[in-house]
């Protein structure tokens, strides 16, 4: 499936999660039981870890749809970047989404100056270059700076060598930044 497709998979499984009007695909035991041999998610997606941000849910795809890295402030170093290698070269997905989401608690610690302690200070560093340009810009602060971390992340994805950077250059990978919108369940893409 080529990107575009993809991308517009995911575009309506979202307006029937902001709906209420779930299909729940690939969810029953024959589904499952095809997924034996191998999976062909569509998309990978880069979410945030919150509790509240459940990309199966949000896109309203099932098993096998979907190949989803979960990490605080969806901020990427060696080990998300394999896993997005990974599914480009081996399962051939063509679409990597980067999901921020609306008050992200991650963003918003890195707006301040504390030192959070242990391994968190990992996240917030790779966070605070979009904190430092949000500050520079009108309107929300925090909302500014969750939708520049996709951008900022998606970048990264999208430099990302060998592997993902050849793959947006010849093969159609296509790497798009979003935003999660709580209180609606809408998805912003950026």
Avoid at 183 to 189: D, I, K, S
């Amino acid at each position: 499936m080529d990107a575009k497709k993809a991308l517009n998979l995911l575009k309506e499984g979202n307006k029937r999660y902001v709906k209420g009007t779930l299909k729940h695909p690939h969810t029953d035991t024959s589904w499952r039981d095809s997924l034996q041999d191998g999976q062909h998610p569509f998309a990978v997606v880069l979410s945030c870890a919150d509790s509240r941000v459940v990309p199966e849910l949000l896109f309203d795809q099932g098993l096998g749809d979907l190949f989803v890295i979960r990490v605080a402030g969806n901020v990427a170093k060696d080990k998300v970047f394999g896993s997005m290698e990974y599914a480009v070269k081996f399962l051939n997905t063509k679409l990597i989404v980067v999901l921020g989401h609306e008050n992200c608690g991650a963003v918003n610690a890195s707006m301040g100056n504390e030192d959070p302690g242990g391994h968190i200070g990992s996240i917030i560093e790779k966070i605070k270059p979009a904190v430092y340009m949000a500050k520079r810009m009108e309107g929300d602060q925090l909302t500014n700076a969750i939708k520049i971390n996709a951008q900022v992340v998606a970048e990264e994805v999208k430099d990302c060598k060998p592997i993902l950077s050849a793959a947006v250059s010849q093969s159609g990978l296509m790497v798009v930044p979003a935003f999660y919108k709580l209180n609606t369940g809408e998805v912003e893409f950026i």
